[in-house]
């Protein structure tokens, strides 16, 4: 529980600093992240794969998750303490400048990379901390150190103390930023105590380690399916085809409409403490309602309404949502000075975005991830197996990288530098998501019946 509390703890902390360093940092901005998910964080993401199969092969599976830990602990610091307060003279903006006459302005967020390339590498730490950390060597030792039915005893605890962490660290960040003189001195606030709270998960890993004997267990391989064969799995079923649309599509117009907010956010906060200040308000709002949701209401509405019912409330919820933020962002764009009952339009954009945010997570936590299990369930054992493996490596390609690089075509294409300017041609696809997403649930509901 200590561990998973750490882990989620430093994972908001993580989500908080980056979006907020990244967005508001001058010659940067939200226009960024499409190009820093789309093609960075995939080269990264196959070499921290590699280097994670190179250390199972030789290490146990306990000093494999010490020794990613260690290197967390290390970028930490150093980024806390030595890159971030050293970024005037470590940005690369000769270099930048001179590319610049070459690609011109319009192409400046691909230069823009290089140029803040240790804000780069603290993007690419934060994102690989809850796919690694959380997901691969957390449950990975869960997994081992469990049997059935000490999981179902103890794994609701484990989501139950996320969601705090998740409280205590959001509305903690919140509070740290805005007492601080400098928004420097509160990012080397959170990161050291992000450094006790994985020394905290290294410490524990060890007591578990000698109590369970986790040195004799070894990492068990996944399965290796390439893309190609992942995608001759997937569309020779229908049922899987299913399965594979509703996740990427999830994936998708979540990716797609939180990058818009964050970028509507900026406009009225742009400074980094206001922004940063928003963003830890938001998530610990996020961990309070997913932790209330998940005691009171996620099992009593999956048993009252049955799977199909259940499954819909997501795209039909977050669909809803998404209207009123188009709507209101749209009135912003066309009618920027006008205001209802005293609020400009772009903060009442930004109030249903965040809405829209914490339900789309709180669902997915509460909701969506249990129910897209459950679609498992009347599967033979292989095409449980190798279904998910194949629907997990298309997903994992085509859900947020896809909206990500829609969003850097689209930029290409109109020759700006500046997301909101792809945002009326863009939305269309939420939409369009939001229905292929409910013919897939419908499918599969017709399946089980």
């Known amino acids: 529980m200590l561990v998973k509390f750490s882990a989620s703890f430093i994972y908001t902390v993580l989500f908080i600093c980056k979006d907020t360093i990244i967005i508001t940092t001058e010659g940067l901005g939200t226009e960024l992240i499409p190009v820093l998910k789309g093609s960075v964080m995939i080269v990264a993401a196959f070499l921290v794969s590699g280097i994670y199969s190179s250390l199972t092969n030789r290490y146990t599976f306990d000093k494999v998750f010490k020794i990613f830990i260690s290197f967390f602990m290390i970028s930490f610091l150093v980024y806390g303490f030595i890159l971030y307060p050293n970024r005037e003279t470590l940005s690369l903006d000769r270099t930048y400048y001179y590319l610049l006459n070459y690609v011109g302005a319009s192409h400046s967020y691909w230069l823009a990379i290089f140029r803040f390339w240790f804000h780069s590498f603290f993007y690419v730490i934060a994102e690989m901390w809850g796919s690694l950390v959380i997901v691969t060597l957390f449950w990975g030792t869960a997994n081992t150190v469990n049997d059935i039915e000490q999981a179902s005893r103890s794994y609701n605890i484990f989501s139950a103390s996320g969601h705090l962490a998740t409280i205590i660290s959001g509305f903690l960040a919140a509070f740290i930023t805005q007492k601080m003189g400098t928004y420097e001195h509160s990012i080397q606030i959170l990161l050291l105590i992000s450094f006790v709270f994985a020394l905290i998960i290294y410490l524990n890993i060890s007591y578990i380690s000698k109590n369970f004997n986790l040195a004799i267990y070894k990492t068990n391989k996944k399965i290796k399916i390439s893309f190609l064969n992942s995608l001759r799995k997937i569309l020779s079923s229908k049922y899987l ?63 009252a309404w049955g799977w199909k019912r259940s499954a819909l409330l997501s795209p039909i919820s977050i669909g809803l949502l998404i209207i009123l933020f188009f709507v209101f962002y749209m009135c912003y764009q066309l009618t920027p000075n006008y205001s209802i009952l005293g609020y400009s339009f772009v903060k009442i954009a930004i109030v249903i975005g965040a809405i829209h945010n914490v339900t789309a997570k709180l669902l997915k936590y509460c909701m969506f991830d249990p129910i897209k ?34 969003q850097i075509i689209a930029m290409e294409i109109l020759g700006t530098a500046l997301l909101s300017d792809t945002f009326f041609y863009l939305i269309p696809t939420v939409f369009v998501g939001m229905l292929v997403w409910i013919f897939a649930v419908k499918h599969i509901g017709s399946k089980l019946g």
């Open 373 to 406: 299990e459950m679609a498992y369930i009347p599967l033979s054992y292989h095409e449980k197996i190798n279904g998910k493996a194949a629907i997990e490596v298309i997903s994992s390609r085509l859900g947020k990288s896809g909206s990500s690089w829609m």
């Open 241 to 303: 085809l299913s399965i594979c649309l509703m996740v990427v599509t999830y994936g998708f117009t979540i990716n797609m409409v939180e990058v818009y907010w964050k970028d509507t956010v900026k406009l009225a906060y742009s400074d980094a403490k206001d922004f940063q200040a928003i963003m830890s308000t938001v998530l610990g709002l996020l961990g309070l309602s997913s932790l209330l949701f998940s005691i009171f209401l996620s099992g009593n509405i999956i048993r």
